[in-house]
């Protein structure tokens, strides 16, 4: 334990530290108004460490308090009445905060589908456009084989390369 910070001391008539079996110093105990104080940081989630450093005790101390059965209720009524309405005002705003944020992503969603459809739609429309052209290519193909077949039965002129029935 890291007693350096320690300045409140038990002193013997001498103006000596009062040191016990283990070789510490002795703090004084703390008064009901630390003891209260404690209370209500320890209910806030600070450290008991923290603590015993800002009261220069040990850290000894702070834990006793902690653990006292009375300082759990007194702990917990605080936190009833001053912390739990405090965070109950931090929980609605983060609340309604969350529900703006997923208004938004709901309206960027549905534009998102509303796009991919269009997209998806355009794509179709591109596909059987392409299917057409295909068609479209391999029936005039046939057409000009047709008619330079045509050509060089009645004429014999060979204008060429066709698909022949031979």
């Known amino acids: 334990m890291n007693e350096k910070h320690l300045r409140r001391k038990v002193l013997d008539k001498e103006g000596n530290p009062v040191i016990n079996q283990f070789g510490h110093a002795i703090t004084p105990e703390l008064t009901k108004n630390e003891i209260t104080y404690v209370e209500q940081e320890l209910a806030k989630g600070r450290s008991v460490r923290g603590l015993a450093i800002e009261l220069e005790t040990t850290e000894t101390r702070i834990k006793q308090i902690r ?50 459809g269009r997209v998806r739609k355009a794509l179709y429309l591109k596909q059987i456009g392409e299917a ?35």
């Open 132 to 166: 057409k052209l295909r068609t479209d290519n391999r029936n005039l193909k046939n057409e000009r084989d047709e008619l330079r077949k045509l050509l060089h039965k009645k004429t014999g002129i060979d204008v060429g390369p066709y698909k022949r029935d031979d």
């Open 67 to 116: 653990d006292n059965k009375d300082s759990h209720t007194r702990m917990m009524d605080y936190q009833k009445s001053v912390l739990i309405p405090a965070k109950l005002d931090t929980l609605i705003e983060f609340v309604l905060k969350q529900s703006e944020q997923i208004d938004e992503l709901s309206k960027s969603l549905s534009k998102l589908v509303t796009e991919q």
